[in-house]
């Protein structure tokens, strides 16, 4: 049979340094990922955490709370008996507290769940295309190991 060039099979050449390469981008990208998985889960608990702040402060503001118990760290809470419109001190990083009306209070968490959530939106993302590229990497992998064994004599 007759082959034309532009019908004849190509063959790619992939160096053992090529091999080594994507082994080592696979398992750079591993890595970043097990990084990028972190984040979530602290990103994760970071609104959690935000979520039962706003619910205590909404029912606090409505005046649903007659005492309650406040952490003053170390893991030791103390009785609360919180005061229709009485202020909260809220962190704003850095170690740095402001003291808030609970509604001023409730709209900064808001604020605080909704950048959170873009950046886990943002973390998610990136957490799929590393993946996807961790897969093309194994599969090409899976497929020059293949076509290796085929090649070797069988005895």
């Known amino acids: 049979m007759n082959w034309s060039m532009s019908q004849q099979p190509q063959r790619i050449v992939i160096t053992r340094e090529d091999i080594e390469r994507l082994i080592e981008e696979r398992n750079s990208l591993a890595a970043l990922l097990d990084v990028i998985r972190q984040n979530l889960a ?6 959690n955490e935000l979520r039962s702040a706003k619910d205590m402060l909404t029912l606090l503001n409505k005046g649903e709370v007659q005492d309650t118990y406040a952490g003053v760290g170390g893991g030791i809470f103390i009785r609360a008996s919180p005061a229709q419109g009485e202020k ?13 009306d609970i509604p001023y209070a409730i709209n900064y968490i808001d604020e605080r769940i ?18 996807k590229r961790i ?3 194994d599969n090409f992998l899976l497929y020059i190991s293949a076509a290796v064994r085929q090649q070797q004599p069988t005895q």
């Open 42 to 47: 602290l990103i994760t608990q970071s609104i």
């Open 88 to 100: 909260v001190l809220v962190s704003v990083g850095a170690n740095f507290v402001i003291e808030m």
């Open 114 to 131: 909704k950048e959170f959530e873009d950046l886990k939106s943002k973390l998610d993302s990136q957490s799929a295309d590393i993946t």
């Open 135 to 137: 897969t093309d990497i």
